[in-house]
């Protein structure tokens, strides 16, 4: 099945710095990817839906200027924690889907990037 | 999109047939339901979707209710390895790639040996 991969995998920053998370779709174009977080013990939340050639879309709450997404290629999406505090520590999952597969059909999920602001 | 519910948390047997419902009493007609899982630590690993009709593949079965306000995943087999978190959605279907899933809070499935 299609693969979406993200980048690293585990990091541990110093407040006060920035921190960059890579998602690629292996196998497959997506014109979007979505960024979601999770913290312990809840559900996913959705971010932000980013979109190949134009600026991502935020949802309601979420700081988009600390946030900052890039999707400059149809397989590479990167989610940038800028100016991290440990309230940012969190799980960090991104997902896609095949731009040539239509509305209906399955996301594929990253594995997940685990950030640690100390 | 329509709003699901889930029991926070199940168990079952090793061996034994998980079913997992899911109420989604106020789906639309152009709606899907889908199913993931999440297992501890790792993103969401998708499992199974359908409109209508009963769906089945390698990893489980979906049957919906003619009404389309509840359906059931069912693991035929349970095994230590399907301890995770599930995550029942409904899903407006476009014609784009583009369209979200927004996460509920899921059911907590574990299986017992």
């Known amino acids: 099945g299609a693969v979406v991969s993200q980048h690293p995998s585990r990091v541990i920053c110093k407040s006060g710095t920035s921190v960059k998370i890579e998602c690629r779709s292996l196998?497959?174009?997506?014109?979007?990817m979505f960024w979601y977080r999770q913290f312990p013990k809840q559900s996913l939340m959705l971010m932000a839906t980013s979109n190949e050639g134009s600026k991502a879309t935020y949802e309601q709450g979420v700081e988009k200027d600390k946030f900052l997404i890039n999707h400059a290629s149809l397989t590479l999406s990167t989610l940038t924690v800028t100016s991290a505090h440990p309230e940012d520590s969190s799980f960090y999952i991104c997902?896609?889907?095949?731009?040539?597969?239509?509305?209906?059909?399955?996301?594929?999920f990253g594995q997940g990037t685990r950030l640690t602001v100390v | 999109d329509a709003k699901t519910t889930q029991p926070p948390s199940m168990d079952c047997a090793e061996g034994r047939a998980a079913n997992l419902p899911c109420n989604h009493s106020?789906?639309?007609?152009?709606?899907?339901v889908y199913w993931y899982r999440q297992i501890h630590s790792q993103g969401p690993q998708y499992i199974i979707h359908g409109l209508k009709n009963n769906e089945t593949n390698e990893m489980a079965s979906l049957i919906i209710t003619e009404d389309r306000k509840s359906s059931t995943l069912i693991l035929p087999h349970a095994t230590l390895r399907d301890t995770a978190v599930y995550y029942c959605?409904?899903?407006?279907?476009?014609?784009?790639?583009?369209?979200?899933?927004?996460f509920g809070s899921g059911t907590r499935l574990s299986i017992r040996p």
């Open positions: 997902s896609a889907r095949n731009r040539d597969s239509g509305g209906n059909t399955e996301a594929f």
């Open positions: 106020t789906i639309s007609g152009n709606e899907y």
């Open positions: 196998d497959f174009q997506a014109t979007t």
């Open positions: 959605i409904v899903r407006v279907t476009e014609h784009s790639s583009a369209s979200k899933i927004i």
